[in-house]
């Protein structure tokens, strides 16, 4: 147990983290029932790799690895007997090769027999803890509601991850989230000043129409079939509706103009890099349009270091994010089914943050709500607003 913290020191800021610690994070998100049955996916590749954990010898398993080492073995070396929980058994899925996809059915327990997800794990267990290379957050949020489990996703497990957004107190990151989401909550539109290395600005408005906000705190507790994203720390929002422009960075560093209108992505053009990567984004946008759709705006809470990682970078403070395609798992009304294509039925977050795309600046995001206007975000920093509220009793 936890009696006595130790903590580590970060050199990406002056904050001091406790040390990573399966119990306390299990307890505080969970608060598990005595015989509360948890157990571990992830995802692979080839499914060949569950057999015997042979996983565990290729270096290219990361995440998976990490699963193994600190909660699949932490379960078995105490923590479930702490907790006075049983199972810890360990499953894996086929990848699904892009973000919140559905999932297979099929998976493999760590001898390499087949089984049923819908018929063998979801139905059989109270938490379901998903470490994995692609998020699930959508897909398992819906079984979490049709099979009545909570879980837990945390995609892109890596060290930094693990010693400082998996340690923090997540009662207090549950409060902090609160602050924010009231003080921007019922908002009617937020806008956002992209300043360019040439000098251009481009603004998108997004509606949000007075709607409550929401927040990933992190805190997963109760009978309420629910599934926490960790680590968390955000507020968020499902836009009703978006104008104008803003940039965005490619995987391979190409910089776009993007032009919203009606919610939705109508096409890219092309700041600096690829050309041939702004027309493969554009036919796809011709292609399949829902994948244009903006389903959410979102705004960290949490003071962390980049961990290299968006589920961290996109909860820090200061930053803020859009995603396109399906929303449903967030409340809205964008399902898988509405997309032209099953591979296009992502939810995809793109990051504003100073690490991922300093070729440009978020010069200022203001909120509009009734006749009240605040600044929220300056230059990739909190503005005075949002500061009073954190300090706020």
Avoid: W
């Amino acid at each position: 147990m936890s009696a006595a913290m130790p903590t580590v020191q970060t050199t990406a800021n002056s904050r001091t983290f406790p040390k990573f610690d399966l119990y306390r994070l299990l307890h505080t998100v969970f608060q598990p029932t005595f015989g509360c049955k948890v157990c571990i996916l992830i995802d692979l590749p080839d499914l060949a790799e569950a057999q015997g954990m042979a996983f565990l010898e290729n270096p290219e398993r990361a995440v998976q690895r990490q699963a193994h080492k600190h909660f699949y073995l932490g379960l078995k070396n105490g923590v479930l007997d702490e907790l006075a929980m049983k199972g810890g058994e360990m499953y894996a899925y086929q990848q699904t090769g892009g973000s919140n996809l559905d999932l297979p059915d099929e998976c493999v327990d760590m001898e390499g027999k087949a089984l049923s997800l819908e018929k063998d794990i979801y139905p059989n267990y109270d938490i379901i803890l998903c470490i994995s290379t692609f998020s699930a957050t959508a897909p398992l949020t819906a079984f979490a509601k049709q099979y009545g489990f909570r879980g837990a996703t945390l995609h892109g497990l890596n060290d930094i991850i693990l010693n400082t957004g998996l340690a923090v107190d997540y009662d207090e990151v549950s409060r902090d989230a609160e602050k924010l989401r009231l003080a921007m909550t019922k908002a009617d539109s937020v806008e956002i000043d992209f300043a360019l290395e040439s000098g251009e600005i481009l603004t998108a408005k997004l509606e949000l129409s007075g709607q409550e906000a929401q927040k990933s705190h992190g805190l997963c507790r109760g009978t309420t079939p629910d599934v926490a994203n960790l680590p968390a720390g955000e507020v968020y929002f499902v836009p009703t509706g978006a104008e104008g422009f803003f940039p965005m960075k490619y995987e391979n560093g190409t910089l776009g103009k993007l032009t919203v209108t009606g919610g939705r992505i109508i096409k890219s053009e092309l700041i600096a890099g690829d050309q041939a990567t702004i027309d493969v984004h554009n036919a796809k946008l011709q292609d399949d349009p829902m994948t244009g759709v903006l389903g959410e705006l979102g705004f960290g809470t949490q003071v962390l270091p980049v961990s290299g990682a968006d589920i961290q970078d996109e909860k820090v403070l200061g930053t803020c994010h859009m995603a396109t395609g399906r929303d449903d798992h967030l409340g809205g009304h964008i399902t898988p089914a509405q997309f032209k294509r099953h591979q296009n039925a992502t939810h995809d977050d793109i990051l504003f943050a100073p690490h991922k795309t300093p070729n440009f600046d978020i010069k200022q995001v203001r909120m509009q709500r009734g006749d009240q206007h605040e600044i929220l975000i300056e230059h990739f920093q909190p503005a005075k607003y949002l500061l009073e509220a954190l300090a706020a009793e």
